[in-house]
Structures are given as structure tokens and as C-alpha cells.
């Protein structure tokens, strides 16, 4: 009798799990997942953000918000993942300035010609600065120490053809000497490769230099940006030591393909928006460097081609370079 009662029992909880279990994972199927495409490895400046941002975005949207890394090319791989993506506005792609900006003057055939090839969502920032950095026991303390160091005027630049990498024809210039660029595949592994002392130069994010910074391992003598950095206030611009054309600041923000409706983007600026006015968040990015200033999707498309519009003639000298257009592909 025992057997016979302890059997249907059996049955009954079993059935009742796998109704509690079908039920459960058709709420997950039903819960809409996002993907923000990143272009860069994981750990630097641009992943950071688009990883806390995520974090809001779900929140705030109620879905799985993933952050995909492709990096490759100098983000190049990523912006054509999102050239082919359903324009749904549920495959996104948060970028600084050289995917889009830069890379369609410096690689043939990238398969987009500027930012206006994208949908643009929302700004994040468009004052990221860039700094040019030493290790922390390097003899070189300013600028000026270079010319009298041109031995050591191999630079770490984050990608073939970006604006670190194009701003050095500027510092050649302003120096008279010759500052040759040793591309790496973003911001990350030139930093481990600056502390390791691998490296005498380097030239990338300031978000990526802050932490070595503030842990000793490395010194700023530069950034760019209109003025000084409250992260670093003790560093000098670029143009306060005399070299002109660097004091515009980066650009980054989140993009859809085109095509998008106009009420997914809306939804999306607004929960954007929304993120960057938490104290919190504010705190995380400030503490990695970034200078937070939200702007819609006119103001992002606007200033991002703006960029690509000041710095097409550098780009293009660059490319016309032996070898160059090789460089860009390979990274």
C-alpha cells in the first residue's frame, strides 16, 4: 500500500517541478535580450563604460543587456557586426570616436564611409582626453626632455591610424624630430607593456593610464582636451606646452544601425540619460577618468562627425603612407 500511494505522490511533485520549471524558463524566453558591441578588448576604457552602462540599461529597460567584445582593427570589427545586424535597436555598439570617426579614412573598403552611416543614440562624453605617458622612473619629465631623447620616440599607440597615433605627426613637428608608432591592438596591452618597460612611450586613453597612474607605476607628461584634467591636475595640456590642434576632446556613445524606429532610440536616449544622472555611476566614471557630458542622438551624430571632418586630412596622409593601408588591416 505503501508503494502504491509513494508512487503517484512521486509523479504529482515531479509534474508540478516541471510546470514550475517550464513556466520559469518561458519568463526568461520572454525577457528581450540586448547586445552592446564593443570594439575593444576587454579592461579598457571604452569596455568599462559600455559594461556599467549595461548595468543601467537592464535596470532600466527590464532586459538582459550583454556587452560582446570584438575587438580587432581598431574597433573596425565591431561597427560592420553592427552594419549587419536586424535593425531591431536590440543589437547596439558603444564606441569612441576612431571606429567611426577615423577608421572609414584609413581602411579601404571598411564598408561604411562615416558616422552617419549609424544610428546615433546618445552621447556619453566628448571630452575624453588622451594622455602621453612614461614609466614612472622614466628620465623624461616634459616634453621638451624629447629632443634631447630622440632615441626614445617610439610610441605605444591603442591602434594603427588613430588619433594618438596621428597626433604624433603634431608632437614630430613641434619637436623637430621623428616619432615613430609601434600599434598595438588597443589601449590594454600597451599600458602592461609601458609598466613592464617594454616600452619608453605611450599614448592612449587617459582612462586607461589613471589606475598605473595612481598606483605610481606610471607618470602623464600630456593629455589633450581643451583644458586640464581634474584627475590629473597637475598635468600640463598639450597646447599649454606649445602644440596646437589637440585640444579637441574625444567623442563616445552608443549606436544602432540604421533603421531603427525612432521610438526604440527614444527609449533607449531616455534610459541612457537616465543612467548618467545616478551619482553613482557619475562617481564610478569620474574615478576611471571620464568627464560625463550626455548629449542626444543629434548632439553625438553632430560631434562625432565633426571629428571625422578635422581629422580626414591627417587620416588620409596617413593611409597614403607606404605600408599604412596594410597596418589598418591587420590590426
Known amino acids: 500500500m505503501q508503494i502504491a500511494v509513494s508512487l503517484p505522490r512521486r509523479r504529482l511533485v515531479s509534474t508540478l517541478a516541471l510546470g514550475v520549471l517550464g513556466a ?12 552592446i558591441l564593443v570594439g575593444f578588448p576587454p579592461g579598457g576604457g571604452v569596455d568599462v563604460i559600455a559594461r556599467l552602462l549595461a ?8 532586459e538582459v543587456v550583454l556587452v560582446e567584445n570584438r575587438p580587432g582593427q581598431g574597433g573596425l570589427l565591431a561597427a560592420q557586426a553592427l552594419l549587419a545586424a536586424r535593425p531591431d535597436g536590440h543589437t547596439l555598439l ?15 573598403q571598411a564598408g561604411y564611409a562615416s558616422p552617419d552611416d549609424f544610428a546615433a543614440v546618445a552621447q556619453v562624453t566628448d571630452k575624453a582626453a588622451m594622455g602621453l605617458a612614461v ?14 631623447h630622440p632615441d626614445a620616440l617610439f610610441v605605444g599607440v591603442p591602434a594603427p591610424g588613430s588619433i594618438p597615433e596621428l597626433a604624433l605627426d603634431l608632437l614630430g613637428a613641434h619637436l623637430g624630430v621623428v616619432a615613430t608608432a609601434i600599434p598595438y591592438r588597443g589601449g590594454a596591452p600597451l599600458v602592461t607593456d609601458l609598466q613592464g618597460g617594454y616600452l619608453a612611450l605611450g599614448m592612449t586613453s587617459l582612462a586607461e593610464l589613471l589606475e598605473p597612474v595612481r ?50 532610440i527614444e527609449q533607449l536616449q531616455r534610459q541612457v540619460a537616465r543612467a548618467l544622472e545616478s551619482e553613482s555611476v557619475r ?3 569620474s574615478r576611471q577618468g571620464s568627464r560625463l557630458n550626455y548629449g542626444d542622438s543629434a548632439t553625438l551624430a553632430r560631434n562625432m562627425c565633426a571629428i571625422h571632418r578635422a581629422w580626414a586630412e591627417r587620416a588620409e596622409a596617413w593611409r597614403a603612407r607606404p605600408g599604412r593601408q596594410a597596418d589598418a588591416s591587420s590590426a
Open 55 to 62: 548595468r543601467q540599461l537592464e535596470a532600466g529597460l527590464g
Open 24 to 35: 520559469a524558463a518561458g519568463r526568461l524566453q520572454a525577457v528581450p535580450l540586448t547586445r
Open 215 to 264: 598606483a605610481g607605476r606610471l607618470r602623464i607628461l600630456a593629455i589633450s582636451g581643451p583644458d586640464r584634467h581634474p584627475a590629473v591636475a597637475d598635468v600640463p595640456t598639450f597646447a599649454e606646452q606649445g602644440i596646437a590642434g589637440l585640444e579637441r576632446g574625444g567623442v563616445a556613445g552608443l549606436f544602432a544601425p540604421r533603421g531603427v524606429a525612432p521610438a526604440r
Open 283 to 285: 562617481q564610478q566614471l
Open 135 to 148: 614609466k614612472a622612473d622614466s628620465p623624461l619629465q616634459s616634453l621638451e626632455d624629447l629632443r634631447a
Open 94 to 108: 558603444f564606441t569612441n570616436d576612431h571606429a567611426l570617426a577615423i577608421v572609414p579614412h584609413i581602411v579601404e
